[in-house]
């Protein structure tokens, strides 16, 4: 089923999903580079920029980061050739305050990111399937944090290599519609 926009948006937008048959190949150090800048200049509270990023591209860090997801997302996530762990900072720098913002700050980061990628032929896929106490260990991360999730990305490899039940879920995902999301305004 082919999504349905209502309304003219950015391509990047209209052509972004979220594929799990990734091929391994590698991506290289300057796409990651616009990656982590796209996220770097999303908007925030107060600026603070609360968002944090563990790249894992190497055999054994991704060992690390593979380690952490649930065995569910393992039967595809494991092709990916990369895994970004999200993290967000608690509270404010500039007081030590609880940020209450921090993961939606987090969240816009990686949208920005999603999108970066999606114009560089790159595909992407968040997973809240994992286990926080893992990467907490794996990669020595400080309590200051909150472990958001964790993104594979890559490019696109062949959906015939997907086990069965993922090849039918293979495919953009749809949209509630405005009338749902919007409660008051339109
Ligand atoms: C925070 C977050 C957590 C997610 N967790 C998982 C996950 O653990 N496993 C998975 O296969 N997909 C996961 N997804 C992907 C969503 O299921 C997907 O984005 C949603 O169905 C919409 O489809 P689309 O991205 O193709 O438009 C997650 C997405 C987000 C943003």
């Known amino acids: 089923m082919t999504r349905q926009f209502h309304h003219e948006i950015i391509e990047p937008i209209q052509n972004r999903w979220s594929p799990r048959a990734f091929s391994t190949q590698a991506v290289n150090d300057q796409d990651i580079l616009a990656l982590m800048e796209a996220a770097r200049y999303a908007p925030s509270c107060f600026n603070e920029q609360p968002w944090r990023f563990i790249i894992a591209r190497q055999a054994d860090t991704l060992e690390k980061a593979r380690g952490a997801l649930t065995d569910k997302n393992r039967r595809w996530a494991d092709k990916a050739p990369v895994l970004i762990v999200v993290l967000a900072r608690k509270n404010f720098e500039k007081n030590n305050e609880?940020?209450?913002?921090?993961?939606?700050?987090?969240?816009?980061?990686?949208?920005?990111?999603?999108?970066?990628?999606?114009?560089?032929?790159?595909?992407?896929?968040?997973?809240?399937?994992?286990?926080?106490?893992?990467?907490?260990?794996?990669?020595?991360?400080?309590?200051?944090?909150?472990?958001?999730?964790?993104?594979?990305?890559?490019?696109?490899?062949?959906?015939?290599?997907?086990?069965e039940d993922l090849r039918e879920k293979e495919r953009p995902g749809t949209r509630k519609s405005l009338t749902e999301l919007v409660l008051a305004g339109l």
Do not use: C
Request: charged share 15%.
């Open 98 to 163: 609880p940020n209450r913002w921090h993961t939606f700050d987090a969240g816009t980061a990686w949208g920005f990111l999603a999108l970066e990628a999606q114009q560089r032929g790159l595909i992407t896929h968040a997973m809240g399937g994992f286990s926080p106490e893992a990467v907490h260990k794996a990669f020595s991360v400080n309590d200051e944090y909150t472990i958001v999730t964790i993104i594979a990305v890559g490019y696109m490899g062949d959906s015939d290599e997907l086990p």
